[in-house]
C-alpha cells in the first residue's frame, strides 16, 4: 500500500505525463493543420554574361599578320614570338586557321627570270612561300620544346598538330602549304590566364640556282586564333 502522501505525488506525475503528451497531441495537430513556410523574396539577384576574349602578343585581338621579307637563303631564326592570353572571364576553347598565303613577286627581275622564276605579272606569283620553312609551334609554359607543348602539322585537308611526346624535333613545312587550312580544338585555355607562347621559326634552306627566284619577292601571312566556349 502506498502511502497517501506518495499516492498523491505519483498522480500528479501521472496527470504531469499526461498534460505534456496532450500538449504534443495538440501541437501534433496543429502541424497538421498547417506546415512551416518561409519565404524571401528575390531581389537584387542578377545574371552576367561571362566573357571570352583572346590577345595575341602586342596585336589587342586575335588576328595575326606578319610579313616575311629581306630573308636569304641560308637563313635560320626566330620570326615571332607571342604569348596567347584570355582576358574573358570564361574558359576558352582554342582553335585556329590560315588563310591564303600571299606571295609577292615585288616585280620579276631579269636575274630571277633567267634562274627559272616563269611567273611574273601578278603580284601574287611569287616564290618565297613555296622555297622557305617555317615551323610554327606552342609553348604552353615558355620554356622551351617540352612536356605539352606542340606544333602545326599541314596535312593535305586540315592543320594537325604533333605533340612534344611524339617527337623530340619540331617539324618545319614550306610556308604555303599552311596556306587555307583550319585546326581541330588545340587546347583549353582558362579564363584570365595565359595559353601559352606561339612561336615562328625559320629555316630557308639553299636550293642552288632557284635561290634567285625569290629575289626582292616576299610573303604574307594571315592566321586567326578563335576562342570559343
Ligand atoms: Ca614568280
Ligand atoms: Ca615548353
Ligand atoms: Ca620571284
Avoid at 498523491?8 to 505525463?17: A, D, P, V, Y
Avoid at 590577345?55 to 621579307?69: C, T, Y
Avoid at 626566330?78 to 592570353?85: L, Q, R, T
Avoid at 620544346?145 to 611524339?166: A, H, T
Wanted: proline share 2%.
Amino acid at each position: 500500500m502506498l502511502r497517501p502522501d506518495r499516492s498523491s505525488k505519483l498522480m500528479k506525475k501521472i496527470i504531469g505525463l499526461s498534460l505534456i503528451g496532450i500538449t504534443v497531441l495538440c501541437l501534433a495537430a496543429d502541424f497538421s493543420a498547417a506546415s512551416f513556410t518561409d519565404s524571401e523574396a528575390a531581389a537584387q539577384n542578377f545574371l552576367s554574361a561571362g566573357t571570352l576574349k583572346l590577345d595575341i602578343g602586342e596585336s589587342g585581338g586575335s588576328e595575326i599578320f606578319f610579313e616575311l621579307a629581306d630573308i636569304k637563303p641560308g637563313s635560320i631564326c626566330d620570326i615571332a614570338d607571342w604569348e596567347i592570353y584570355n582576358e574573358g572571364s570564361l574558359d576558352g576553347d582554342l582553335s585556329v586557321s590560315v588563310s591564303k598565303i600571299i606571295n609577292r613577286e615585288n616585280g620579276r627581275t631579269e636575274l630571277e627570270t633567267v634562274s627559272g622564276d616563269t611567273t611574273g605579272g601578278s603580284d601574287s606569283n611569287g616564290e618565297l612561300g613555296s622555297l622557305a620553312f617555317i615551323a610554327v609551334w606552342i609553348d604552353i609554359q615558355n620554356n622551351n620544346w617540352d612536356s605539352g607543348d606542340y606544333y602545326f602539322y599541314p596535312s593535305s585537308s586540315k592543320l594537325g598538330i604533333i605533340d612534344w611526346s611524339d617527337t623530340e624535333d619540331i617539324g618545319y613545312y614550306a610556308i604555303d602549304s599552311f596556306s587555307n587550312k583550319s585546326s581541330d580544338v588545340l587546347h583549353k585555355i582558362y579564363g584570365e590566364s595565359s595559353g601559352g607562347h606561339l612561336k615562328f621559326l625559320l629555316d630557308f634552306p639553299s636550293n642552288g640556282t632557284a635561290d634567285n627566284t625569290v629575289q626582292g619577292d616576299s610573303c604574307n601571312l594571315f592566321i586567326e586564333f578563335v576562342l570559343t566556349q
